[in-house]
Every structure is written in structure tokens, then in C-alpha cells.
């Protein structure tokens, strides 16, 4: 296989954040270059295999999903796949020895979007897990490039911050998920009298999360701690304005951060680095 063909399908999954995902494209030029590629490919493989549940609803995507799930597996196993995006990803899963159980999780999660529409606190901690910790955590493989005693001492905040994330997002795309899908994520979670008091609850989970996670991110490897505190910080702010906006409005609009001020964000983060606040 050449080089040309690796650099291509690389290009291909950077393409995909750089289109899908401006916070998490700002906050992947902040770490340091030599992990650029391998998170593109990451973040391409979550969001196409997340985009067979969540769009695709003109298509078999029961079909669609067990077919990407397939050829994920080949392409591991054999090093190569004519589909760029599971090439890139095979590559860095064979680089840097993403565990198996981490890529069948996150599978199951979106094969749980397919059938759930309510979960019970069990069954939505497997999604949390499965959806978003175990991203934390190819990640962090990646970061701390085989050494595995910092992984190890990293893997709990990580998870603490993927979940973070991914509740944040239950609530931001609270509209879409409830209304338009027909899904409710939180357990106990009345959404049809969804008060203060319920968001509340949740938020101080969140809130939870969020502190557990800092305290890793402080440790992280220094190539990938800016890029990884700016993504915290992005969220952080959308955590603030939800907790700002009430019940109702939650339930009608997507609350977002406007890009000006993810822009500020980031020099504001840089600039926090530069001086070792960071």
C-alpha cells in the first residue's frame, strides 16, 4: 500500500470533523501535530457510524450499522480497508492498540440507539459508556503513547469527561432526541413535566463529572493537555448557558455557543497555557 493512499484516507476523516464539528476541529489544532491524524480518525469513525442511527432513517440502518460494524472488524484484523475512513481508523487502532472491548462498546451504544427510546439507570450507563468514555478513552491511548501506567492513572477522569460531554449533549439536543426521535436518556426523567428540580438533579451529575475530569486533564501528556482543556472549557461554557436557560426553553431550542465566542475561547485558553495556568 503506498503513502499516498494512508495520507488520503487520513485527509478524508479530517475532512469529516473539519465539516461536522467546528469545537471539536478548534480544539484538535491545539494539540500537538503528531496527534492530529490519529484523532481525526477517531472523530471520523464515531460520527459516521453515529450518523447510520441518527440520519439514515430512508435506509435499512439496522443493515447499514451490522455492515459498518463488519468491515470495522475486517479492516482491523487485515490492515486495510478501500473505505477511508475505517483505513484511518484501522491504522491508528493498530498503532497505538485500541483494546477490542472499547471499539464493541461503543458499536453496542449505537446499536442501543436503534432500539431504545428509554433507558433505565442501567441500561444508560452502558450507553454513556459505550457512546462516549470509551472515545475518551481511544483517545487517551493515543496521548499517552504506550505508556501504560500514565493510561492507567488517566482512564478514570477520562471516562469522567466523556460522560460529562455526552450529558451536556442530552441536554442541548434535548429537542431533537425527545420530540423528534422519540428518545429520553435520562432515567426517572418525566420529560412531559420536565421541571427545574429534574434539571437540577442532573446538572449536579454533570457538575460531578466535570470536576472529577479537570483533575486528569492537568496530568495529561503537555502535547495533548491544551487541546483536551480547550474542548473542557468549550463545554463547560454550553454547560453554564443550559444551566442559565430554563426547563421550557431547553424543551423548544438548542442552546449553543456562537463560533465568535468559541474563538475567543480558544486564544483565551492559549494564552492560559502560554503562562502555565493550564
Given amino acids: 500500500m503506498t503513502q499516498l493512499y494512508n495520507t488520503t484516507t487520513f485527509e478524508c476523516s479530517k475532512l469529516i470533523t473539519q465539516h461536522y464539528s467546528t469545537s471539536f476541529t478548534l480544539g484538535i489544532k491545539t494539540l500537538h501535530k503528531r496527534f492530529h491524524l490519529p484523532v481525526y480518525a477517531i472523530y471520523g469513525f464515531v460520527r459516521y457510524a453515529d450518523e447510520i442511527v441518527d440520519s439514515f432513517h430512508a435506509h435499512d440502518k439496522k443493515y447499514l450499522l451490522e455492515k459498518f460494524k463488519q468491515d470495522t472488524y475486517e479492516a482491523i484484523e487485515q490492515g486495510i480497508s478501500l473505505n477511508p475512513v475505517l483505513h484511518s481508523f484501522q491504522a491508528v487502532v493498530n498503532q497505538y492498540h485500541i483494546e477490542r472491548e472499547l471499539i464493541d462498546a461503543f458499536l453496542y451504544s449505537m446499536e442501543m440507539d ?15 459508556y459505550g ?96 487541546g483536551v482543556y480547550l474542548a473542557y472549557i468549550y463545554y463547560l461554557r454550553l454547560f453554564k448557558k443550559i444551566q442559565l436557560s430554563t426547563p421550557q426553553k431547553i424543551l423548544k431550542e438548542r442552546v449553543r455557543v456562537p463560533d465568535a465566542q468559541k474563538i475567543i475561547l480558544l486564544m483565551r485558553t492559549y494564552f492560559q497555557n502560554m503562562i502555565g495556568a493550564v
Fill in 114 to 128: 436503534l432500539y431504545e427510546k428509554s433507558y433505565t439507570s442501567e441500561g444508560y450507563q452502558t450507553y454513556i
Fill in 131 to 226: 457512546s462516549a468514555e470509551v472515545v475518551g478513552l481511544m483517545c487517551l491511548r493515543v496521548f499517552c503513547e504506550g505508556n501504560e501506567e500514565q493510561y492507567q492513572q488517566l482512564r478514570e477522569p477520562a471516562r469522567s469527561l466523556g460522560a460529562a460531554f455526552q450529558k451536556v449533549n442530552f441536554l442541548r439536543d434535548m429537542k431533537s432526541d425527545y420530540i423528534d426521535r422519540g428518545r429520553t436518556y435520562f432515567p426517572s426523567v418525566d420529560f412531559q413535566e420536565f421541571d427545574l428540580e429534574a434539571k437540577k438533579m442532573i446538572e449536579q451529575d454533570i457538575q460531578k463529572d466535570f470536576d472529577h475530569a479537570l483533575q486528569g486533564i492537568k496530568q495529561l501528556p503537555k502535547g495533548a493537555r491544551l
